[in-house]
């Protein structure tokens, strides 16, 4: 095994993502005129103008960064890219793996991520719950920091993302007596992040359950290529641990640094980032120094990966 293609979740969008592809492959258009009519509504728009307050609405994000990713994959596959070994994503990029792995169709792929952006936005009170990164401390760290701040409320780690860099999700209480015990136990940084809910929490199991009720009704198949899933850090091999995994993986902790250095002891050793941002890459490289890590997100990162990946593969 050699490469393995990743695809970002969100926070990595932006205003203008795909629309340089857009308008020089007929690949990447027909993607994204596919989610448009998939939804019902001008999803391209979106991404190539905004406004960023509608792109940056769960709802929105989440079709919108996987019709980018694809889009750049598709671009990527006629340019003659390497067949990978295995793929991953995080959160929502696990949707763009299964996508590019032949597990989901995408107009399936974009219609459940819409769903599964509202249902997780409407699982919880806006206000009454969010996210905050925690920086400097291990993981372990910050199990005993959530732990102590559960007298107050929920705290929960959700995003184990890299050494030294945890995403904690819960309520308002919760946080507050979180980031107490972070710097108690010597946290460099703890930050809330700009979201609206706090995704990948037990406060999600309503949104999981929803959203089981809409697998019931996708083909789901058996994925061409190995994906690792975010909850177990280990690879999808059948339609049933797709489909389980999709559901728990809405209120559970994404196992990002675990799953990397899966990939990595299965003998991955190049890794590229397919999609809008560079947030994969940058991790990768703090858990692996020996990892090469590649990033496709427009025509000039395209032409460096075609130029380099037939020498790392």
Request: aromatic share 8%.
């Amino acid at each position: 095994m050699g490469i393995a293609f990743v695809f970002p979740g969100q926070g990595s969008q932006y205003v203008g993502m795909g629309r340089e592809f857009c308008e020089c492959f007929p690949e990447a258009a027909a993607i994204f005129k596919s989610a448009d009519e998939a939804l019902g509504f001008p999803l391209s728009r979106l991404c190539f103008e905004g406004p960023e307050e509608e792109l940056t609405k769960t709802a929105n994000t989440q079709p919108a960064v996987l019709t980018a990713s694809v889009a750049c994959l598709e671009v990527f596959k006629s340019m003659g890219a390497p067949v990978p070994s295995a793929m991953a994503g995080h959160s929502l990029g696990e949707y763009t793996a299964l996508v590019a792995a032949g597990s989901i169709s995408f107009a399936d792929a974009v219609r459940l991520v819409r769903k599964r952006g509202r249902y997780m936005q409407e699982a919880v009170p806006l206000g009454a719950g969010g996210m905050a990164a925690v920086m400097g401390l291990s993981g372990d760290a910050v199990a005993e920091v959530c732990e102590k701040a559960s007298s107050f409320g929920i705290a929960e780690a959700v995003n184990l993302n890299c050494p030294g860099q945890v995403v904690i999700a819960g309520d308002v209480e919760g946080l507050k007596a979180a980031e107490y015990e972070a710097r108690k136990a010597g946290a460099k940084r703890f930050f809330r992040l700009p979201v609206s809910a706090p995704f990948h929490s037990s406060l999600m199991k309503s949104a999981g359950e929803r959203l089981a009720g809409d697998l019931e009704g996708v083909d789901v198949k058996e994925p061409g290529v190995p994906v690792v899933a975010n909850v177990s850090a280990r690879f999808l091999r059948t339609s049933s641990e797709v489909k389980e995994s999709l559901i728990r993986q809405v209120y559970n902790p994404v196992r990002w640094e675990e799953s990397v250095r899966f990939l990595l002891q299965a003998g991955i050793k190049t890794f590229v980032e397919i999609g809008p941002g560079k947030v994969l890459s940058g991790l990768i490289k703090k858990i692996s120094r020996d990892a090469l890590v590649f990033n496709i997100e427009d025509k000039s990162s395209l032409e460096k990966v075609l130029a380099l990946t037939w020498e790392v593969s």
